[in-house]
């Protein structure tokens, strides 16, 4: 049985226990501030679920979502008030209007570092709040009551008891931690959560980071800005202060937070426990309460930041976990060897990969790139060209220019002059995650995998994403042929009984290999090595070298930058030898050891 | 055309306060690279500070200086020791959360302390005001926006001339080989939190004279800080200079031709745009 039948068996009949509970409450208490505190819970708990997918599994920190449940909000009164529109369309003309906003600031601020989008959201609220307030049309500060005539219609969801209200609100929590549910099953779980760890290394695996984040906000926003319109229905008056309030923005992210963000059920712990908290405070202390739940939260917001990540939800999951199982192999790197016929299926099962040009052709051609960085020329007039189906050695001295060609074939930086081909397809200025589209894979020299995921979800990240849809990435499983390749390569490299763990708790050694099984799965046409035999034992380095070279029996081009040059003469048919940023000699191993400048440059003679 | 000049002292006194306040961030983040979403939460509570010293003891805020800025210092100091230091290798994410948090405790701790209404400083010995190239300013402000230029001038010799400003400067470029030369890099790091945060205080104690006080007014004065700091360019002194002294004539000079209501939207709009197209500041160099 595998952990997610386990967590399914286990979990279905609670929930649907639980939701059997939830409907027939209202119907049992007639506490009328209970049934209003349960209905602020299930909104702001829904929003808190929007905010997670962006802020718990992508990482990008809104503290504008009171923006997105305002204009929920607005747009559906407006409409209603105004033309007499039924929110049930309203809803969805303010949900557009929120996805567009919230594209519209995640596109130019999902480039820079993270601090900017926190940043650019605090200014939005700040802008639609004072803009709002002066708005005359939509009532500026004096606000706008909705007309009552409408009410106890279904059609316009709006009634005297709060009982309904109850329900619609119930209906759109339990709609929106579905949603994040099935996300968080799917691939584009995997893949925002692979984003938040390391975005430049989900890029080099093809992942486009930009689009995964603007489909998580768009989608946040259209869950907030429902949220608002409901609310709009519900206190039939609203206004900035009390749909666009910093407030707002803050109560959903406190919600998130310490519940667990990046978690399904985080959102609605926290709901629970923050709203009622924060109304029965209210109703005890009288007034808007001292502040005193807020200094506590605070103060919990500081604990988790520092000690439990995933707030509640951590907690509770670290005391139902037994302790962690050792790791085999975990301490020494003597790994099994499962033999080179189950490397890599037959070429035939898997996807065409666009490889260009067949049999002794050049696969890879890079022609006279220039790279600088201020003053220091880093990649010289370097030229270089790879022929298809071989392992060509890239060595030199350290500062040569070696990653920094490779960071400029893959496109994490831009050449300042030059051309890189990939059979007759230029790559030089696409985007890193184009260029992997391409068949271009790569491995970083400082190790770059996804700490926090397990190992099969790091294989699952690595799978081919050129013509993946986010409809598909969404709702469907990973594909069949995806996972076998992907057990046949764990298999192999003695991964498979450590594809549960988090990849951070594999031994450096095997971290190395499950970053190569990475770079290959997908298979591209070249894999670019970055020093795969740094800082691993001798008997590993053998076993990387032989996975090296039955991969490239089975068909896989490799280029390898490396220093060990024992294994790179004995792995490599040619060699290229790099040094002040260009390729002075290219031979094989034997022309390179005798080569006059490679003595002179290298071995230092 | 005077109106316009105008505005345009006023403007250029208020960035001198905008850039006081803008130091603090700008230079906590330069040296450690952590963004401090409290910063203003500490003017805040300065301006409290100021205003109960006066209203309690009658102390003017020019006589204040000397009880609140060590007391900020020792604030700033402690933050680093407590919170900040168990952050500093932890994810983007949980920086931001760590100083969001510490956010909530100030801003709601006022709140509790002091309640929700505005208290201001009514009297005081710099009343009048003076005149300018044909135009007035109250004394108090041209005072503030002194204190102001001569913070940033003493940071600056610090920084240039002395032994313990040229190690926080190493210690801010790298952590690991400043340590390796025996630099305390733990001490240099609180010694900057103090820094930071008694200059913001600083900038409370100048405003206090003509600014009320209530729990809330972080929000703006954040924005105002963040939007001088990302307009001058990041983690750099003379960035947040640039960076106040054009938000705060922007801000004077829109809201004076255009209308005082839209003063802030206008501010905050700049510092979108400039997020957008130009997000290493004015003095910064292209990525």
């Not at chain 1, 996805?99 to 605090?122: C, D, E």
Request: aromatic fraction near 12%; include cysteine.
């Amino acid at each position: 049985m595998s952990a997610r039948e386990s967590i399914l068996r286990g979990r279905f009949w609670p929930i649907v226990a639980t939701g059997v509970v939830l409907l027939a409450l209202p119907f049992l208490v007639r506490d009328t501030f209970f049934l209003n505190a349960m209905i602020l819970v299930f909104l702001f708990g829904a929003m808190a679920q929007g905010w997670n997918l962006i802020g718990g599994y992508a990482g990008q920190i809104s503290f504008g979502h009171a923006v997105f449940f305002g204009v929920g909000a607005y747009a559906a009164s407006m409409l209603l008030s105004r033309l007499a529109l039924s929110p049930w369309v309203g809803a969805w003309v303010g949900a557009a209007l929120s996805a567009t906003v919230a594209l519209a600031v995640g596109y130019p601020t999902f480039r820079l570092r993270r601090h900017f989008f926190a940043l650019a959201t605090i200014a939005l609220g700040e802008i639609a709040r004072i803009s709002f307030l002066n708005w005359r049309f939509v009532g500026g500060a004096i606000g706008l009551y909705l007309p009552l005539e409408y009410r106890n219609r279904f059609g316009f969801l709006m009634w005297d008891s709060k009982r309904p209200y109850y329900l619609v609100a119930l209906a759109l929590f339990a709609l929106a931690t579905a949603l994040v549910a099935v996300l968080d099953r799917n691939r584009v779980g995997t893949y925002l959560r692979a984003i938040n760890q390391d975005e430049e290394a989900a890029e080099m695996l093809g992942i486009p980071a930009r689009r995964y984040k603007l489909y998580a906000i768009a989608l946040s926003a259209v869950v907030a800005s429902l949220c608002g319109t409901v609310y709009a229905l519900y206190v039939l008056y609203i206004d900035p202060y009390n749909v666009m309030a910093g407030r707002i923005s803050l109560l959903v992210v406190v919600i998130a937070l310490i519940g667990g963000r990046g978690t399904v059920w985080g959102p609605v712990l926290g709901a629970v426990f923050i709203v009622m908290l924060n109304e029965y405070m209210r109703s005890w202390l009288g007034g808007t309460g001292s502040g005193a739940d807020f200094i506590l939260f605070g103060l919990l917001i500081v604990l988790i930041s520092v000690r439990e990540p995933k707030g509640l939800v951590g907690l509770l999951q670290r005391r139902a976990l037994p302790e962690a199982l050792p790791i085999q192999g975990a301490s020494d790197d003597q790994l099994p060897y499962a033999g080179p016929s189950r490397v890599m299926p037959p070429p035939d099962t898997f996807p065409d990969s666009d490889v260009l040009g067949t049999g002794e052709g050049i696969l890879l051609r890079v022609s006279r790139l220039h790279k600088r960085f201020g003053g220091v020329h880093a990649v010289r007039d370097a030229t270089l060209e790879v022929r298809h189906g071989e392992i060509l050695g890239l060595i030199g001295p350290n500062g040569a220019g070696k990653s920094t060609l490779f960071e400029c074939i893959t496109g994490f930086l831009r050449p300042d002059a030059g051309e890189v081909r990939l059979g007759t397809a230029r790559l030089d200025g696409l985007a890193p995650h184009r260029i992997a589209w391409r068949g271009v894979a790569r491995t970083f020299q400082a190790m770059r995998i996804f700490p926090e995921i397990s190992a099969w979800d790091n294989m699952m990240c690595a799978q081919e994403h050129r013509g993946e849809g986010l409809a598909d990435a969404s709702f469907i499983s990973h594909l069949g042929p995806v996972t076998r390749q992907s057990r046949v390569l764990l298999e192999t490299f003695g991964l498979w009984d450590m594809r549960e763990f988090p990849a951070g708790a594999l031994s450096y050694g095997q971290q190395k290999l499950l970053s190569i099984a990475m770079a290959v799965l997908r298979r591209p046409a070249v894999v670019l090595l970055d020093e795969p035999a740094a800082g691993v034992s001798p008997v590993l380095v053998t076993q990387i070298a032989r996975h090296i070279r039955d991969l490239n029996a089975s068909g896989v081009t490799f280029l390898v930058i490396e220093h060990n040059m024992e294994m790179i003469m004995n792995l490599a048919q040619r060699i290229a030898f790099m040094a002040e940023g260009q390729v002075v000699a290219i031979g094989s191993p034997e022309e390179i050891r005798q080569n006059e400048s490679v003595l002179d440059l290298y071995y230092g003679r | 055309m005077e109106l316009f000049l105008q505005a345009a002292v006023n403007g250029v006194v208020l960035g001198l306060v905008y850039a006081l306040i803008a130091l603090g961030l700008s230079f906590i983040w330069g040296v450690m690279d952590v963004v401090n979403l409290a910063h203003a939460e500490f003017l805040m509570l300065s301006m409290y500070a100021t205003y109960w010293l006066w209203a309690l003891g009658r102390i003017e805020p020019a006589l204040a200086v000397p009880i609140v800025l060590p007391l900020f210092f020792v604030f700033g100091w402690l933050t680093y020791r407590l919170l900040i230091r168990h952050i500093l290798r932890a994810s983007t994410a949980a920086q931001i959360f760590a100083t969001f948090g510490l956010l909530f405790v100030l801003r709601y701790s006022a709140f509790a302390a002091f309640g929700p209404n505005v208290y201001g400083i009514w009297q005081q010995g710099l009343g009048g005001s003076v005149s300018i190239l044909g135009t007035f300013i109250a004394t108090a402000r041209l005072v503030a926006a002194g204190v102001a230029l001569a913070a940033f001038g003493v940071l600056w010799l610090f920084l240039q001339r002395t032994k313990p400003g040229k190690a926080l400067q190493a210690a801010a470029q790298d952590r690991t080989v400043a340590l390796a030369l025996g630099i305390p890099v733990e001490r240099m790091f609180a010694l900057a939190w103090g820094i930071g945060i008694s200059s913001v205080a600083l900038a409370g104690i100048a405003l206090s004279p003509f600014y009320q006080v209530s729990p809330t007014i972080g929000d703006a004065f954040l924005l105002i800080a963040f939007a001088s700091v990302v307009l001058g360019g990041f983690g750099r002194v003379d960035g947040a200079l640039v960076g106040g002294l054009a938000i705060g004539l922007l801000e004077s000079i829109l809201g004076t031709l255009i209308s005082p209501t839209f003063k802030l939207l206008f501010v905050f709009g700049i510092f979108v745009l400039m997020l957008l197209f130009r997000p290493e500041g004015l003095l910064g160099q292209a990525r």
